[in-house]
């Protein structure tokens, strides 16, 4: 097995090295992400990246890694928050700052046997829209309500709770006709989000060969989901003002209004009273945005949704995966009801994925993985 360890402190770079070739790995060593990114190859079976390194961090070289390799992140207690998000994107592991190599190994090896009873298929698992919890439906209650109006709604919580399903969910009971098209504000370079929100007309810029609609116009009639509000561009946010003032938008390169009607719900993770404290968020931006705000719980405080939303993930990871029928033990259960969840949904579908691999019949306490 070829192991990548990308780390920029060359102490700690050496030191996983050297560990990992006496447990007989093959390892290549990068100083950085950037160099990593320019060599790295199909022999490459996993990547070990710490988080903070200079010129790129760990969570954007792995967006840059688009999913191509496995990922083992290896994070402080300061980035903790960042590791946690990088669970959207795909990585599966990551270990707290300091660690035993044995940790690490156990890791490894987890990996390992994931790749080779899957043979390196990757799905992507999407639970059903349960609402199991008093606090759930509270939270249901209010969308129901907003739904039919033509209010602007901003869905505030941690990351991973399900903020998408949730403006899914005041999608479909909106009785609007168009389309539901979600962007994720995050996951777009901050050059390309205008010409993606706004579209261009051929000739705009250099590329545009052809003109092409933007995201407003796809969700004519329906709704937009801004994701990650938090992460526009400032520049940026005066033009969303505006379109949402005027109810129409210009695609680059034209000067031909072109009116829209589209529902605006918008969503962040971030506190945006700090975000506006300290000029990076436009106060009357977010006014306009939320209109109506909707915070939802995680799901550490969301108990009596926890093992259902778990049973439907391993109803559909056996289903992906062609496994056998399994169960979760109720030692498993009671596991899970007692876990903190910072990655939330997302971090309950990598675990029950990962136990339904690896496991027997009866997924257990030790399958789950968790310390």
Same mark, same amino acid.
Do not use: C, W
């Given at each position: 097995?070829?192991?990548? +360890?990308?780390?920029?402190?060359? *102490?700690?770079?050496?030191?996983?090295?050297?560990?990992?070739?006496?447990?007989?790995?093959?390892?290549?060593?990068?100083?950085?992400?950037?160099?990593?990114?320019?060599?790295?190859?199909?022999?490459?079976?996993?990547?070990?990246?710490?988080?903070?390194?200079?010129?790129?961090?760990?969570?954007?070289?792995?967006?840059?890694? *688009?999913?191509?390799?496995?990922?083992?992140?290896?994070?402080?207690?300061?980035?903790?928050?960042?590791?946690?998000?990088?669970?959207?994107?795909?990585?599966?592991?990551?270990? #707290?700052?300091?660690?035993?190599?044995?940790?690490?190994?156990?890791?490894?090896?987890?990996?390992?046997?994931?790749?080779?009873?899957?043979?390196?298929?990757?799905?992507? +698992?999407?639970?059903?829209?349960?609402?199991?919890?008093?606090?759930?439906?509270?939270?249901?209650?209010?969308?129901?309500?907003?739904?039919?109006?033509?209010?602007?709604?901003?869905?505030?919580?941690?990351?991973?709770?399900?903020?998408?399903?949730?403006?899914?969910?005041?999608?479909?009971?909106?009785?609007?006709?168009?389309?539901? @098209?979600?962007?994720?504000?995050?996951?777009?370079?901050?050059?390309? @989000?205008?010409?993606?929100?706004?579209?261009?007309?051929?000739?705009?810029?250099?590329?545009?060969?052809?003109?092409?609609?933007?995201?407003?116009?796809?969700?004519?009639?329906?709704?937009?989901?801004?994701?990650?509000?938090?992460?526009?561009?400032?520049?940026?946010?005066?033009?969303?003002?505006?379109?949402?003032?005027?109810?129409?938008?210009?695609?680059?390169?034209?000067?031909?209004?072109?009116?829209?009607?589209?529902?605006?719900?918008?969503?962040?993770?971030?506190?945006?009273?700090?975000?506006?404290?300290?000029?990076?968020?436009? /106060?009357?931006?977010?006014?306009?945005?939320? #209109?109506?705000?909707?915070?939802?719980?995680?799901?550490? /405080?969301?108990?009596?949704?926890?093992?259902?939303?778990?049973?439907?993930?391993?109803?559909?990871?056996?289903?992906?995966?062609?496994?056998?029928?399994?169960?979760?033990?109720?030692?498993?259960?009671?596991?899970?009801?007692?876990?903190?969840?910072?990655?939330?949904?997302?971090?309950?579908?990598?675990?029950?994925?990962?136990?339904? @691999?690896?496991?027997?019949?009866?997924?257990?306490?030790?399958?789950?993985?968790?310390?």
């Amino acid at each position: 097995m070829k192991i990548a +360890v990308v780390e920029d402190d060359i *102490n700690m770079r050496k030191s996983l090295s050297l560990a990992l070739k006496s447990e007989g790995y093959e390892v290549v060593e990068f100083r950085n992400a950037i160099d990593a990114l320019k060599k790295l190859d199909n022999s490459v079976d996993l990547i070990i990246s710490d988080i903070t390194m200079p010129r790129m961090d760990g969570i954007d070289f792995v967006k840059e890694l *688009n999913g191509k390799y496995e990922v083992i992140l290896i994070t402080g207690n300061a980035t903790l928050n960042r590791a946690i998000e990088a669970l959207r994107l795909g990585v599966k592991d990551f270990l #707290t700052k300091p660690f035993e190599i044995e940790d690490l190994i156990t890791a490894i090896e987890r990996n390992r046997k994931v790749v080779t009873k899957t043979n390196g298929k990757k799905v992507s +698992v999407k639970p059903s829209f349960i609402a199991e919890d008093e606090k759930t439906k509270e939270v249901l209650e209010i969308a129901k309500k907003v739904a039919p109006t033509t209010a602007s709604v901003m869905l505030l919580g941690e990351s991973g709770v399900g903020k998408e399903e949730f403006a899914k969910f005041i999608h479909e009971n909106s009785g609007r006709s168009g389309k539901f @098209i979600a962007i994720n504000m995050s996951a777009i370079p901050e050059n390309l @989000i205008e010409s993606e929100l706004f579209g261009f007309e051929k000739g705009a810029f250099t590329d545009a060969s052809s003109s092409k609609p933007g995201l407003f116009e796809l969700a004519e009639g329906g709704t937009l989901f801004l994701d990650e509000i938090g992460e526009m561009p400032f520049n940026l946010q005066a033009k969303l003002l505006r379109v949402l003032q005027e109810k129409e938008i210009y695609r680059l390169g034209s000067t031909k209004a072109k009116k829209i009607d589209v529902r605006i719900i918008s969503a962040t993770n971030q506190n945006i009273d700090e975000l506006i404290k300290n000029n990076k968020f436009r /106060e009357d931006l977010y006014y306009r945005l939320a #209109t109506i705000p909707i915070k939802i719980p995680p799901l550490r /405080e969301r108990k009596k949704d926890i093992i259902p939303i778990a049973e439907d993930i391993l109803t559909k990871t056996i289903k992906e995966y062609n496994l056998e029928e399994k169960i979760l033990s109720e030692e498993a259960k009671e596991t899970l009801l007692n876990y903190e969840f910072r990655g939330n949904i997302r971090e309950l579908i990598n675990i029950i994925e990962r136990a339904a @691999i690896l496991s027997g019949k009866v997924i257990t306490k030790e399958n789950l993985f968790l310390l």
